[in-house]
Structure formats: structure tokens, C-alpha cells
């Protein structure tokens, strides 16, 4: 019994990493652009993160630059595809690439350095309970802020002005344009809110979730995260249990070697990358239901004088 209440608790934890990405790059597609450059933010704002923690000691400033880092990028990003007009897919391929290389030469000197101890979180009286306390009630604060993080941006897409305009702007910009909305700022401000998810996700990652620096740790969960948001068809509640979904795959392969299951380490490795794949064709035998839940414009650039 404990050992599955510590299966739950794991994928909690690592589904975590994977929602807030996901949310971030939902926010960013539901404003119709597509950024194919989540790992390498994940992975440049890991560093950031992991680094101020080592210099400052302190976890929330730790946090706090990975969004910034995340931010930065996201604005470099979106300033070559908004304004530039340049391939949203090659632009994001290259800050990929770009993330990967820069976080592995910023990060040489920290592969050896220490954290301080990360803080131990629980619930009153709930922390205390016997298999459940330790399942669910012991976790970070982020864990359950991505719960609260997933309804509060159910009710910014769906029940206010500003998320009615995000949606038109990622549905028709041309119509958006034509209203009076400032269609390449609302693009550039939901890129850099995507980007600062990402960067929040892979800075949990370097400091809370794994609390060490290593070259290349994110892991693939960027393209996974990429992948969550059209397994979700654009919808926050079912990129959370998407998350949870291949959270739990992830750290299955963890529970079945402790339970003594004689299959190769590398076997197991695979699982969450085939359970990508499978869900991805299983998803594209249906395209028309893509098609209608997926932003009309998304991914296709746009000229305002045109």
C-alpha cells in the first residue's frame, strides 16, 4: 500500500513539471503561435534558476529567475515571429538548440555544487495521515498552485474580456486587427507569459523536483509538454490530467524496478516517449476533432497591413 501511495505522490510531483509547461504553451497557442522551443527555454531557465539558489540561498529567487529567463527568451522568440515574420517552427527549433548548448556551457562550473537543504512542506494535521498524508499533503506549494494555476486560467480563457480577446486573436487576428486590437502585443505579452511558465517549470525542475545541475536534466519534458497540449485539445483541466497521465508513466518505470520487474533499465526509460507517440496517433486518426478544438489561425503568421 505505501509503495503505491508513493507512486501517487511521485507523479504529482513529476507531473507538475509537465502542467505548468503545458499551461504555458497552451497560452501561447490559444494566441495562435506556436513555439517549438520549450525544451531549450526549460533547460537555459533551469540553470538560471539552479544557479541564483546557489548564490542567493534562496529557493524563491531561484524560481523567480527561471521565469525571467523563460521571459527573456520567449521575447527573443516572439519579437523574430511576430514582428520579423520569420517560421514559427524554425525559429523554435533554434532557441531549442540554442537552450540546449548555452545551458550546457553556462552550467559547467555548477555540475559539482550543492543546494542548500530543500525545505520540507506538509499540511497540518493532513501531512499527518498514515499513506495518504505522504501521497498527497506533503508536497511543494507549486504542486498545488498549478491546481489553482489551471481553474484560474480556465476562468481568464473562458469568463473575461482580455481572454475572449487572447482566443480571437489566436482564432482571426485579421478580425482582431480590424476591431482595434494591437494584435502583435497581445501575441508578444502571451509568448513571454508561455515562456515565463516554462522557465517556472524547468527552474522546479534544477531546484525542488531533482535539486541538482546536469547537463541536458529536462529530459525531453519540453516535447512531451508540446505534445500535452494537443493530446488536451487546447483545454487547461485536461492538460492537467494529461500531465498527471504521463507524470505517472514516468515514474511507473521507477515503481516497477523497486518491485523487482526484470526488464532493461533503458526499456523502461522509453516508456513515457512511446506512451508520446502512441497518444499522438491514436489523436491524429481523428483530424476533424483536432481541427475543430485547435486555434484557426495557429501557427500562420500575420501582416497587418494585409
Known amino acids: 500500500m505505501e509503495s503505491y501511495a508513493l507512486l501517487l505522490g511521485s507523479t504529482l510531483s513529476a507531473g507538475t513539471v509537465l502542467a505548468i509547461a503545458a499551461l504555458g504553451l497552451l497560452v501561447n497557442e490559444k494566441a495562435g503561435i506556436v513555439n517549438l522551443g520549450a525544451e531549450g527555454m526549460m533547460l537555459c531557465a533551469a540553470i538560471a534558476g539552479f544557479a541564483t539558489v546557489v548564490h542567493t540561498g534562496s529557493f524563491v529567487l531561484g524560481l523567480v529567475a527561471g521565469m525571467a529567463a523563460g521571459a527573456l527568451l520567449a ?11 520569420t517560421n514559427q517552427y524554425a525559429t ?28 520540507k512542506f506538509s499540511w497540518p494535521v493532513l501531512g499527518d495521515l498514515p499513506v495518504v498524508g505522504p501521497a498527497l499533503f506533503r508536497h511543494h506549494p507549486l504542486v498545488y498552485l498549478t491546481m489553482v494555476l489551471v481553474v484560474l486560467l480556465v476562468w481568464f480563457l473562458y ?26 502585443r497581445i501575441r508578444l505579452l502571451a509568448v513571454m507569459a508561455g515562456g515565463a511558465l516554462c522557465g517556472l517549470a524547468g527552474a522546479y525542475v534544477s531546484t525542488v523536483y531533482t535539486p541538482l545541475w546536469v547537463e541536458g536534466m529536462v529530459a525531453g519534458r519540453g516535447w512531451i509538454a508540446l505534445a500535452l497540449t494537443t493530446f488536451a485539445t487546447w483545454r487547461p483541466a485536461r492538460v492537467l490530467l494529461g500531465a498527471y497521465l504521463f507524470g505517472g508513466v514516468t515514474m511507473l518505470q521507477f515503481h516497477l524496478q523497486a518491485s523487482g520487474v526484470q526488464l532493461a533499465s533503458q526499456l523502461l526509460s522509453m516508456l513515457p516517449y512511446v506512451a508520446t507517440i502512441v497518444v499522438l496517433v491514436l489523436i491524429s486518426r481523428n483530424p476533424t476533432w483536432i481541427r475543430v478544438n485547435m486555434p484557426a489561425a495557429l501557427g500562420k503568421p500575420f501582416y497587418p497591413g494585409s
Do not use: C, M
Request: aromatic share 14%; hydrophobic share 50%.
Open 159 to 184: 469568463r473575461t474580456r482580455a481572454g475572449l480577446v487572447l482566443r480571437s486573436v489566436g482564432e482571426s487576428p485579421q478580425s482582431a486587427h480590424a476591431l482595434g486590437y494591437p494584435v502583435r
Open 75 to 85: 521575447a527573443l522568440f516572439g519579437w523574430l515571429v511576430i514582428w520579423f515574420n
Open 92 to 119: 523554435g527549433l533554434a532557441l531549442s538548440l540554442f537552450g540546449v548548448g548555452f545551458s550546457a556551457f553556462a552550467g559547467i562550473s555548477y555540475v559539482q555544487a550543492k543546494l542548500p537543504d530543500t525545505p
